[in-house]
């Protein structure tokens, strides 16, 4: 197995030239709030213009300043250095094949000041992102699925990844002082499992679930971390999550949870703040939705959607062969529970993430006819 350190001639993310390295100029759907804007296109290798990436979950370590993003395309982790903005890679995964579910690499999760923990196809690979290599590979499956999503515990030091196309869906929980499963659970009645989140504030994991009996288009449900670190896992509360549909997940202020949603199709697209103390509804924004990852910048206190299937008139097309959708970032104000503004992506954006020390938002996007891929990065005054 070969790993790669690679830097990359990059388009100059710094003040001046920036708006010749965007690779879209679509106008921005602006709302009430502040203007965002295209900072620029960090360049990855092999997205040459009308090519395709494909890849999944993009995280940043502010303290750490790195962004890291599953890369399928390049079968890599890559490694943004928030300082330099070079990017390297760590090879070694699965890469993209004709499922998303027998692909990776899929999740990422840190743990600050140490390692980066990447789901793969029947493991979490582990990696050094100072040596720039898979340290330990952790068995987590045999059925040739991928393990996906996954959250930290820094109390326990514990990270909860998820399984979501095995038969049952389970979630694996392990130990990062011993790099060892410890725990896994099953979803006996689940359709599938999404991003799950640690909550300090009441010691429990959260993970958003496709789909049950008694709640067919999505519920979160939630387990006390002590339960995990006892080898005893068990889901303790379920809070219906209506016509969600429910896919990323970030824990913002006053213990409150931001939920991306891709509703069924012919109903209203909407993503949903829900609390992290009693799992009820706190809004229901419907001006933007469609989304995958979602993310909260604590600089900016904006939660942030990466909705790759929203449509011009917010009505859901998922699943429909003959959908079209306008792609967006979606913003809004954390302190009031209500949108600032949708602002174009790309074909198929679902990834986002912030840097929480200069407010600069990462958002993954595919070649065009006439211009390459890599990551978008917007920027606020």
């Known amino acids: 197995m070969r790993f790669r350190w690679r830097s990359l001639s990059l388009c100059a993310l710094f003040a001046v030239g920036l708006a010749a390295c965007s690779n879209n100029?679509?106008?921005?759907?602006?709302?009430?709030?502040?203007?965002?804007?295209q900072q620029g296109v960090v360049a990855l290798p092999n997205l040459l213009p009308g090519g395709k990436f494909t890849y999944d979950i993009g995280i940043t370590d502010a303290a750490a300043r790195r962004y890291y993003l599953a890369d399928r395309t390049n079968s890599s982790l890559d490694i943004l250095d928030l300082n330099t903005m070079a990017v390297r890679q760590v090879g070694?995964?699965?890469?993209?094949?004709?499922?998303?579910?027998?692909?990776g690499p899929d999740g990422v999760v840190f743990v600050p000041g140490a390692s980066v923990y990447v789901g793969d196809v029947n493991v979490v690979k582990v990696v050094d992102p100072v040596a720039g290599a898979v340290t330990k590979t952790i068995t987590t499956g045999t059925a040739g699925f991928r393990t996906d999503e996954g959250c930290y515990d820094p109390d326990d030091k514990l990270i909860m990844f998820a399984n979501p196309a095995d038969s049952p869906p389970y979630a694996t929980f392990?130990?990062?002082?011993?790099n060892t499963v410890v725990a896994t659970?099953?979803?006996?009645?689940?359709?599938?499992?999404?991003?799950?989140?640690?909550?300090?504030?009441?010691?429990?994991?959260?993970?958003?679930n496709d789909g049950t009996p008694t709640n067919p288009h999505?519920?979160?449900?939630?387990?006390l971390a002590s339960t995990a670190v006892a080898g005893t896992p068990v889901i303790d509360k379920v809070y219906p999550e209506g016509n969600c549909g429910p896919t990323g997940m970030a824990?913002?202020?006053?213990?409150?949870?931001?939920?991306?949603?891709?509703?069924?199709?012919?109903t209203q697209q909407q993503t949903l703040i829900m609390s992290a103390t009693s799992?009820?509804?706190?809004?229901?924004?419907?001006?933007?939705?469609?989304?995958?990852?979602?993310?909260?910048?604590?600089?900016?206190?904006?939660?942030?959607?990466?909705?790759?299937?929203?449509t011009a008139t917010g009505i859901s097309q998922t699943g429909?062969?003959?959908?079209?959708?306008?792609?967006?970032?979606?913003?809004?104000?954390?302190?009031?529970?209500?949108?600032?503004?949708?602002?174009?992506?790309?074909?198929?954006?679902?990834?986002?993430?912030?840097?929480?020390?200069?407010?600069?938002?990462?958002?993954p996007v595919p070649p065009t006819a006439t211009a390459a891929g890599g990551i978008l990065v917007f920027t606020s005054p």
């Not at 824990?251 to 012919?266: M, R």
Request: aromatic residues 8%; proline residues 6%.
């Open 25 to 37: 100029s679509t106008t921005p759907n602006v709302g009430p709030g502040p203007h965002i804007s």
């Open 92 to 103: 070694g995964f699965v890469g993209q094949k004709a499922s998303n579910d027998n692909s």
């Open 174 to 178: 392990i130990s990062t002082t011993t």
């Open 185 to 208: 659970l099953p979803f006996t009645t689940s359709i599938g499992l999404e991003q799950c989140v640690y909550d300090p504030g009441t010691k429990r994991f959260f993970i958003n």
């Open 218 to 223: 999505g519920e979160m449900n939630s387990l």
């Open 251 to 266: 824990l913002g202020p006053n213990e409150n949870l931001v939920v991306g949603c891709d509703t069924p199709a012919g």
């Open 279 to 310: 799992g009820a509804v706190v809004a229901t924004i419907t001006q933007v939705g469609g989304s995958d990852e979602v993310a909260y910048d604590p600089k900016l206190n904006h939660y942030l959607t990466g909705s790759r299937n929203m």
């Open 320 to 363: 429909l062969a003959t959908g079209k959708f306008t792609p967006v970032l979606g913003v809004i104000d954390a302190a009031t529970n209500t949108w600032v503004g949708n602002f174009a992506t790309g074909s198929g954006a679902h990834s986002v993430s912030a840097d929480s020390a200069t407010g600069r938002v990462f958002v």
